[in-house]
């Protein structure tokens, strides 16, 4: 009963209907945002009366598409066609495979229908076929008066290692949707901090926890003024504080730890500090939306005959502000630690500007096995160009039978087949 349920799971048919199901679901799960509120799908998806509607929230939230690939089904769905694709490797590629290697020796002559090219010749040469058969590298095997020789068995390798390469993808996957997380955390220049902010895990995670600390955080403008790179000096700390680990990560230039990686995705500002009669003070930033850059607006108090109030606005992280007035007049653009005097012998210095850099924390523990996988991929679709051909030769009387066949290639294979009748070459 279990030999028929696995010859089952084997089928063709089987596992193409299972992967029409993963690709579909896949695709739904595309077009379906996910792990959104349940407000956001009770607006999106609302129940239309008198109408038919076939994807509503409720719909949704039953089956679980807001969270598809984290679903008990679709995992179970995944197994199933790893289940498959095992079967069929194990039930056909390998007995084929061990076929494919067998030494099949042709002992009737109604067997030549087997081959795709079927020539007779004298006797006289038979041992030139067999010196053109080595010359051209194939395997030559010998019983009595029948010889069989292949080449390019490894063609018949390619089928079984794209079953491997696809259950290392599918198991990667499984393993990263169960036990990954991704977290994000805006963190200000010199503060230490844990993970927190976990955007998305599996339900098996274990949040692996390390104390870090942005050492400094620095940016790179082009001829143009515009962000060129963005950088971000980050330890990894001990429980103590001591340090483990120090790089400067950037965009596309993560830091990797412990199987944890840190991703530079984001930068702010976050607040100025002012010296304001040899005492500092620090005065939040805030950026103003609906311009075509990035823009921070501060206020700093005053409180002479002449100003109630300075503004200044932050365009970038050299160190240079654009100071207008209480009533919004353009003054000058000072730089930090300019001295700004006032009338009632009040003395500002811009001293600093406080910055933030966005991090993307990320555990993927299946990436390898995904890597490895479509690294194997690839590696097959190389093997599935190389041709397995075959040919037998058959010496009876005073003739000379000679038989072959091959997978793919054939009118390559054909060229072989008639340069191995050309026996005036040799």
């Given amino acids: 009963m279990t030999f028929r349920f696995f010859k089952l799971l084997a089928d063709l048919k089987v596992a193409i209907l299972l992967l029409l199901f993963i690709i579909f679901f896949s695709i739904l799960g595309s077009i379906i945002e996910q792990e959104k509120a349940i407000d956001f799908y009770k607006n999106s998806y609302p129940i239309i009366e008198n109408t038919i509607n076939i994807i509503n929230y409720k719909l949704i939230l039953f089956f679980g598409l807001d969270h598809i690939f984290k679903t008990v089904w679709f995992t179970s769905l995944l197994f199933i066609f790893g289940a498959s694709l095992i079967s069929c490797t194990f039930l056909q590629q390998f007995p084929s495979l061990d076929f494919s290697r067998s030494l099949n020796f042709l002992k009737t002559l109604k ?44 063609g018949r390798v390619g089928p079984i ?20 997380f991704v977290a994000q955390e805006i963190v200000p220049r010199s503060e230490i901090f844990y993970i927190q902010n976990v955007i998305d895990s599996g339900n098996f995670n274990i949040l692996k926890q390390c104390p870090a600390r942005v050492n400094d955080f620095w940016i790179n403008y082009n001829s143009k003024e515009l962000v060129s790179q963005f950088y971000s000096n980050i330890s990894i700390l001990t429980t103590m504080g001591g340090e483990i680990k120090n790089l400067t990560i950037s965009v596309n230039k993560p830091l990797e730890f412990e199987g944890l990686t840190w991703y530079q995705t984001d930068w702010d500002l976050i607040a100025i500090r002012v010296k304001i009669n040899d005492i500092f003070y620090q005065f939040p930033l805030t950026q103003i939306l609906n311009t075509n850059k990035k823009l921070w607006i501060s206020w700093i108090p005053v409180f002479s005959d002449s100003n ?6 932050i365009e970038s992280l050299k160190g240079t502000f654009i100071k207008y007035n209480e009533a919004g007049k353009y003054e000058k653009i000072i730089e930090i630690g300019e001295i700004l005097n006032f009338s009632n012998n009040m003395t500002i210095i811009p001293a600093d500007i406080i910055s933030s850099t966005g991090l993307q ?8 096995y995904i890597y490895i996988g479509f690294g194997l991929l690839i590696l097959s679709s190389l093997f599935s160009y190389v041709s397995y051909s075959r040919i037998w030769v058959l010496k009876k009387l005073d003739k000379v039978k000679i038989i072959g066949t091959t997978t793919r290639s054939k009118y390559q294979f054909e060229l072989e087949f008639l340069k191995l009748l050309n026996l005036k070459q040799i």
């Fill in 111 to 154: 067997q030549k229908q087997l081959g795709n090219f079927y020539k007779e010749l004298p006797d006289n040469n038979f041992p030139f076929i067999l010196e053109n058969l080595r010359n051209q590298n194939f395997f030559i095997f010998q019983e009595q008066n029948k010889f069989f020789a292949y080449k390019g068995i490894i």
């Fill in 161 to 180: 290692i794209v079953h491997l390469s696809i259950i290392l993808i599918l198991f990667g996957s499984i393993i990263a949707a169960l036990t990954g």
């Fill in 308 to 313: 109630k109030d300075i503004i200044l606005l």
């Fill in 361 to 368: 924390i990320k555990l993927d523990p299946g990436i390898i």
